[in-house]
């Protein structure tokens, strides 16, 4: 017979072959749908299958499908299992359509599938294994010196900070060595919003990348580390602008399989995580926030994965643009939970550059066919991408996240 | 690791270019089964062929070298269809999924293989009917079924697919106007009133040579595209319940309702069926709970007209009743008033309602049957579906007119346990036999009914098949194995 789970080396994969063996072949994944009354929404939502056209690629179908074929020991690992699996940017939309109890396993499954390629002799992309190869000594993916994760911040700044708070403002990796204009951002936000907060300098990488690549072993002392930090700094809760950290310090530290890996890592608790843009709505719906400006122009917003599909956090970014005086916004055709990936995540920005790239200019191109001035979102890693797709495709949208657009224009009330 | 061998796929390298060809088997290892019982068979390559020319080059190519080409869309069809019973090519057709046309004022469609019942339902309904540019009403619809909306149109209607509109219109192959298709051999033929002009309104009054690629599985050619009737979407719709405590009682009201032609369609459900989801392994019913459940649904262009349809519909109750049929009012959940009006739905086409929890099997007797045998067939199943650990999840569905129908039974089970596999293809093998003698004949049939059907069929009718089929694709290279004939 051969459904039977034959290949029991592949331990992680095998604990979860029940859930794996739910799966029926549907096909519901492959597609993005939905009944309307006046219009019916459809557009493919897969960024991988857009791109590599097989249904080996396209949805979490053809993965469940690969992950069965490895456990009944029908195929044999191979450099294009690897291709398979790491250019899926884990921008959840195959999960998001799938039905049937299989489905809030898909992305721990596509990650356990990511954990066992690491043991084989195949080709996981070079330059995830550059980085992962000192990610951890210097606690970034970015190769860059942990002494130096503090640079962004000014040092006046950073000498008025307190060194106890109640929130501990975590950039996180991508604003901290590649984007410090939205850690600046942030903390001057925060600041005129009289937040009682900090900045750390033992803050190490949440281990997002690690999680998403597949990289258990290495992604334990990360969280462990991590979640100390509230204590140490005697915190109640993380605040961060980046959706990938928010992700991870508040499902993968927080909750159990499958949405989390406290199973694995133990549970962080008593802490609460926050992304600046809940920080900002509860904070305008209490009234304590005052406009001194306004933002006369025509916007357009891009759900993160990381916050939407995966935290299901839509209108919270939404509500808050939608509170700027002279702010228009314009909605792209997919969007919320049938939004389409920057093309960044899964390690497949420092995976498969030009692939990645190529996404993000999809997205931009839905971007100015809203007619839209600029682009908005909520997460320096889509940030990253979809301002290198802007100027490589010379388009002419401008890109700023949503901390940008209200730093300059609030107070506290 | 690779599969095949490096002349071919160079060869279809060049039909198609680089990225669209692949012998590796993490790319084919998901065209090796599907949802059914088939054994998983790898297929050697599989390409995306994006234009009518690269697919003859790829038939011309299979044809001299005798290699098994596998026509795919979805692989959704619930029947082995698509699995490489002799390895070869599967031809992946996602790539072709233009919409040519949609015609508002003669209401049909044209369309490629590729394109979703998703994408066709978008379209359609924002494309309202009218005569030089005078709109009438508000959107078009085609017949959906309650597949995943992935699934090809094209796929569907070329094998008599079924969908909302069949106790109006009819089944979806009825709706089929029109079709261009590359024969085994590679040439290109054009068939109905599209091979005279560029009008794909209709077959009549031509030789209906569109038989020769409808119900053959992918045995007999690719076709790459259909012209499809479009229907205009009434704007009021109801949806009429009643229950009844036996097969029998059900299917009384069920012909004479379908007499007045008043519905869009008309379906009962056994109690199984109704579970959401399937009750799986077999358990009984509440003693007290009614043995079917029907549901039809009716539309009108004004409330009246379905005020009307109303009135009648509770005379026909009212007439079985006072006849003795015993028939029990009961309500729909809003959610499954959703799932019959709201088509294509995902939410149905999900499988969840099927096989939840239950190990990733499903398949079924799909079958077309006259009505008056689904009461004797449905003993019949229900005590070797009993006998074999199932659930009897039933369903009748009339297609225009009473004349027959729908009569299947959607059977979960668990594809890890070898036991629970063999057992459902079991039960579902014998309810097939059991059923051709009272005129039941299985739809996309798996090798399996397609053994059983040879087994009593005319011996002139498969004498011509087999002719047809080897004057077609005389070197069997069309999904070979499907038809049992060769
Ligand atoms: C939950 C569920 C519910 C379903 N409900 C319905 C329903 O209500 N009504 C219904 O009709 N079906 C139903 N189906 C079956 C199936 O989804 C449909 O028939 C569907 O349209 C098939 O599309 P596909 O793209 O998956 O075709 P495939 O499975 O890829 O192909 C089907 C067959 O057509 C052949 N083929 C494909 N393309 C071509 C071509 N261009 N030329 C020649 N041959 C070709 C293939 O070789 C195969 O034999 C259901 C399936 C599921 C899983
Ligand atoms: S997570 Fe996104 S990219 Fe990956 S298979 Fe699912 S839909 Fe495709
Ligand atoms: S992952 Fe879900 S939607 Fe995709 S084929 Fe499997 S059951 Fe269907």
């Known amino acids: 017979m051969s459904h039977l789970l034959k290949n029991k080396n592949l331990k992680e994969l095998a604990k979860i072959y029940d859930w794996v063996s739910m799966c029926t072949h549907c096909g519901n994944c492959k597609y993005g749908y939905e009944y309307g009354p006046t219009a019916n929404f459809a557009a493919m939502l897969c960024v991988q299958g857009d791109k590599f056209n097989f249904d080996s690629y396209r949805g979490s179908r053809g993965k469940v499908s690969l992950a069965r074929s490895l456990l009944h020991n029908r195929i044999g690992w191979s450099d294009k299992v690897a291709h398979v699996l790491f250019t899926c940017t884990s921008c959840g939309a195959c999960q998001q359509m799938c039905e049937t109890d299989i489905k809030p396993w898909i992305l721990r499954m596509f990650e356990t599938l990511r954990y066992e390629a690491w043991k084989q002799n195949v080709a996981i992309p070079e330059n995830i294994k550059a980085w992962s190869s000192t990610i951890g000594t210097l606690y970034n993916p970015y190769k860059e010196p942990h002494e130096k994760r503090l640079d962004w911040l000014p040092s006046d700044v950073r000498a008025s900070l307190p060194k106890k708070a109640e929130y501990i403002y975590f950039a996180g990796c991508t604003a901290s060595y590649r984007r410090k204009q939205l850690a600046r951002a942030t903390v001057s936000l925060l600041q005129k919003l009289k937040v009682d907060f900090t900045v750390v300098e033992d803050e190490w990488c949440c281990a997002s990348p690690l999680l998403r690549t597949g990289q258990y072993d290495l992604a334990a002392k990360f969280v462990e580390h991590n979640k100390a930090l509230p204590e140490k700094y005697g915190a109640s809760a993380f605040i961060t602008t980046c959706s990938g950290c928010y992700r991870t310090l508040g499902r993968d530290y927080m909750m159990d399989a499958p949405e989390g890996y406290a199973d694995k890592y133990g549970k962080m608790t008593g802490v609460k995580v926050l992304h600046t843009t809940h920080l900002l709505e509860e904070m305008l719906n209490k009234g304590e926030i005052e406009f001194t400006g306004s933002f006369n122009k025509k916007v357009t917003y891009h759900d993160p994965c990381h916050l939407g599909r995966h935290a299901e956090v839509y209108e919270t970014p939404r509500n808050v643009l939608k509170a700027v005086p002279g702010l228009q916004l314009v909605e792209m055709y997919r969007n919320r939970k049938f939004s389409f990936c920057c093309g960044a995540g899964g390690g497949v920005r420092g995976g498969f550059a030009d692939y990645s790239l190529e996404t993000a200019g999809k997205r931009v191109k839905e971007a100015e066919a809203t007619g839209a001035e600029l682009v908005t979102s909520a997460c320096p890693f889509c940030y990253t991408n979809l301002a290198d797709a802007i100027e490589l495709n010379k388009s002419p949208l401008k890109m700023e996240d949503i901390v940008e657009i209200i730093e300059p224009i609030v107070r506290r009330k | ?486």
């Open chain 2, 1 to 486: 690791m690779a599969r095949g061998n490096n002349e071919i796929l160079a060869n279809l390298e060049q039909i198609v270019g680089p990225e669209y060809v692949s012998n590796e088997e993490a790319d084919l290892q998901p065209y090796t089964w599907d949802m059914t019982w088939a054994e998983p068979r790898m297929p050697d390559y599989v390409v995306m062929p994006k234009t009518v020319t690269e697919i003859q080059r790829v038939l011309r190519l299979a044809n001299h070298r005798k290699i098994p080409v596998i026509p795919y869309c979805n692989g959704t069809n619930i029947g082995g269809l698509c699995v490489p019973e002799e390895g070869g090519i599967i031809m992946d057709l996602k790539k072709m999924d233009r919409i040519l046309k949609i015609d508002p004022e003669t209401c049909y469609a044209v369309i490629e293989p590729g394109v979703s019942h998703a994408a066709f339902s978008a379209a359609l309904k924002a494309t309202n009917p009218q005569w030089k540019g005078e709109e009438f009403s508000k959107g078009f619809e085609f017949g959906w079924g309650v597949h995943p909306p992935s699934a090809s149109v094209l796929a569907m209607a070329i094998n008599h697919g079924i969908g909302h509109l069949n106790g109006r219109i009819g089944i979806n192959s009825q709706l089929m106007s029109s079709m261009e298709v590359v024969l085994p051999t590679g040439e290109v033929a054009k068939i109905g009133s599209c091979a005279y002009s560029d009008s794909w309104h209709s077959f009549l009054p031509l030789p209906r040579m569109d038989g020769l690629f409808t119900g053959w599985l992918g045995t007999t050619g690719i076709v790459t595209k259909l012209g499809v009737w479009i229907f205009p979407i009434r704007p009021y719709r109801d949806v009429l319940t009643i229950a009844a405590a036996s097969a029998e009682d059900i299917t009384k009201y069920m012909v004479r309702w379908r007499h007045y032609s008043l519905c869009d369609e008309v379906t009962a459900v056994s109690w199984w069926l109704a579970q959401i989801p399937i009750v799986f392994p077999y358990s009984p019913k509440p003693a007290d709970a009614p043995e079917f459940f029907s549901y039809t649904v009716i539309s009108g262009w004004s409330e009246e007209e379905l005020a009307y349809k109303r009135k009648m519909w509770k005379e026909v109750v009212e007439k079985e009743r006072a006849k003795g049929t015993k028939l029990i009012d009961f309500e729909y959940p809003p959610e499954a008033k959703k799932g019959r009006t709201e088509l294509p739905s995902r939410i149905v086409g999900s499988t969840k309602n099927y096989s939840k929890s239950c190990g990733g099997g499903i398949a079924w007797p799909g079958t077309f049957a006259p009505c008056k045998s689904w009461p004797i067939l449905y003993e019949k199943w229900k005590e070797i579906y009993i006998r074999h650990g199932l659930s009897p999840a039933t369903r009748f569905t009339d297609y225009q007119g009473a004349h027959y129908g729908m009569l299947r039974c959607m059977t979960p089970f668990n594809k890890r346990d070898p036991a629970s596999v063999q057992a459902a293809r079991d039960a579902m093998v014998e309810c097939v036999r059991a059923g051709l003698p009272e005129g039941m004949l299985p739809y996309k049939p798996p090798v399996e009914y397609q053994n059983e059907l040879n087994a009593v069929a005319d011996a002139g009718y498969l004498y011509l098949m087999t002719k047809i089929k080897d004057m077609l694709d005389p070197n069997n290279i069309m999904n070979p194995g499907k038809l049992g004939i060769r």
